[in-house]
């Protein structure tokens, strides 16, 4: 069960109906729970979605400026590579040491996380990616690749 909640000044709410069902059921496990009971629970602070556009409109700038990596699909793994966001894993068919790129997805990674990566998104593309292209003009380009979206 997975639910998205605010903190109100009354306490945690759902951001929904749905999340608020899924919360009162939670809340309501845990208060009939018997000692020594077991519960599994995991938490996050779900991501900014203007940040993850502005990932998205990033993806799309390496993907119509690079030849090498022309699909948004192919300008992710570029990117997480770049950022060093892998595992490192042996071929079994070759015994070569291959880079295998982490999930970035909203289970993953969490907003503190992302914003790092994110900079760090920026700074390889700019460095390794789209070398020839000045920051001034990389960051007027996601701003209009953005707002074209909205």
Known sequence: MKAILIKTPKGLRGSTQLD???WAKF???LETMQ???WLRFEWSSPRNGKHHRKLMALLQLVAENSEVYPTVEKALIAVKLVTGHFDLMVDPKTGEIVQIPKSISYEAMGQEDFDSWYSQAIDGVLQH???TMPRET???LLDHIVEGWA
């Open 20 to 22: 608020q069902d899924a």
């Open 27 to 29: 809340r309501r496990k």
């Open 35 to 37: 000692p020594g009971k």
């Open 129 to 131: 990616i789209l070398a």
């Open 138 to 140: 990389a960051e007027r």
